[in-house]
């Protein structure tokens, strides 16, 4: 293995997933040498298949106003706009076990949309499409970081493809399983969900007219997700589903047949778009909270999923991992302008306190959701429903709390 001058960077990111990507493009044009780094050949490979010749990416995601303002600074988001994507004007949210519901509508807040659905996919390609424009920032793709070394001035990490990177500051935005954090030895608080998220695109009998479906079952939340058929098109019969629930029920359900599982995932969404009448194939997703005790030390600084990861009910983790990118790069920018070193404690004691109160309140506020819908006796039943119907009379509350999650108040 060979290490020579031009592997030498002030900053390296690992991880080129959206978050990844969002804190290289905002890094570009800085004074400072960049790296990205990834250990997928082409990190815009998806789970893509087809349904009646369009091709669907099976991880989706919910973005908020905030991730949209990102993306329109970096201009990825008319990128965005050229590709499939679909707005939800309205939302509906109701115990599977009672009659309590909630319907957000973006009409009574005054916006245009509560949020856009987008394939992970696309917003990957779009970054990248940005980023390969001329600009400070080298791509490393494969290059899978196997270990990691701390030193005095710089960090060295040690690739699987025999490279030898070294950096001023390390950028972990590898994902929920970080080796970077592990290597590290950063403290994590870790705590098992007992849920497994299937995820799915499926075509409705009836069109979905822009609307999200959340059910909250004592198993675990089902939500239907509207896609766009096509570009500029008006939305139609597809959604993407994240159906969580217990890890031997999620495993019974995922072994269904096509068939069984159309059946089972109509009766549980109530007919709401009508009959399921085709289901992609289905993947799993273990689910687990983490949360990075720290978010930095000395040359090594975590964000996104690496630095907290979070149920998938409010679909909120990219949304807060792209918070996290806009708050890193902007402390980052600031040190620079001051004379700071890029690895400056100040810079990162910044980051961290920009973010990890916002992160940690999301966080427990989507526990709370997941352990009272969990709940089975009687009084919290009651209680649930009551909550739920209260709320969806007082517009203040109900608006106060599509505003948060829709990331225009923090
Ligand atoms: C079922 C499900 C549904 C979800 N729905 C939503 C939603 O609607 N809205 C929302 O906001 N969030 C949602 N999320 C969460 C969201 O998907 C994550 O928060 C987001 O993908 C995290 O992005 P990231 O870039 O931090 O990490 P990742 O997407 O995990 O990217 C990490 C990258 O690092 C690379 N990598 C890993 N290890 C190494 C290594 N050693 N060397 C080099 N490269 C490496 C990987 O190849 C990858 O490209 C959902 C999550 C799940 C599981």
């Known amino acids: ?83 499939r994507h679909c707005d939800f004007h309205t939302m509906h949210v109701w ?59 710089w960090v060295t990490l040690n690739t699987k493809e025999h490279q030898i990177l070294r950096a001023k500051l390390v950028i972990a935005a590898d994902g929920a399983n970080s080796k970077i954090r592990e290597f590290s030895n950063f403290r994590v608080r870790e705590w098992e969900y007992n849920h497994h998220a299937i995820v799915a695109t ?90 990075s005790v720290n978010y930095s030390k000395q040359r090594i600084v975590l964000v996104g999923d690496a630095a907290h990861s979070i149920h998938p009910l409010a679909g909120q983790g990219v949304n807060l991992g792209l918070l996290d990118a806009e708050a890193l790069s902007n402390e980052i920018r600031k040190g620079l302008d001051a004379g700071r070193p890029v690895c400056d404690p100040v810079i990162m004691n910044r980051y961290q306190r920009a973010r990890k109160g916002h992160n940690l309140g999301m966080m427990a506020l989507m526990e709370g959701f997941k352990r009272v819908f969990a709940e089975d006796t009687l009084a919290i039943r009651w209680l649930r429903n009551f909550g739920m119907s209260s709320i969806n009379d007082l517009r203040p509350v109900k608006n106060f709390l599509a505003r948060r999650a829709m990331g225009l108040d923090s």
Not at 262 to 283: M, N, P, Q, W
């Open 1 to 83: 293995m060979k290490r020579t001058k031009k592997n030498d960077f002030d900053v390296i990111i690992v991880g080129a997933g959206m978050v990844g990507l969002t804190v290289a493009s905002l890094l570009k044009d800085s004074q400072l040498r960049v790296a990205l780094v990834d250990r997928n050949e082409d990190p815009t490979i998806n789970v893509a298949e087809e349904h009646d010749q369009r091709k669907f990416d099976a991880r989706v995601s919910a973005l908020s106003a905030s991730s949209r303002m990102i993306f329109k600074q970096l201009g990825v988001w008319n990128l965005l706009e050229e590709k």
């Open 202 to 291: 499926v075509k409705t009998e009836m069109p979905h007219q822009m609307t999200a479906l959340q059910r909250f079952m004592p198993t675990g939340p089902l939500a239907f997700l509207p896609l766009s058929s096509d570009t500029g098109a008006e939305c139609k019969e597809y959604s993407s589903i994240v159906w969580s629930a217990e890890p031997s029920y999620a495993k019974n359900l995922i072994n269904l047949s096509d068939k069984d599982f159309r059946i089972e995932l109509t009766k549980h969404a109530e007919a709401r778009f009508g009959e399921v009448t085709d289901c992609s194939s289905r993947y799993l997703f273990p689910l687990k909270q983490r949360h």
């Open 95 to 153: 115990d599977a076990d009672g009659t309590g519901s909630i319907t957000f509508s973006a009409e009574d807040l005054a916006v245009p949309r509560l949020g856009t659905i987008v394939e992970n996919s696309l917003v990957i390609d779009a970054l990248m499409q940005r980023l390969k424009l001329k600009g400070n920032v080298e791509l490393f793709c494969p290059c899978s970081v196997n270990s990691l070394d701390e030193g005095e001035d």
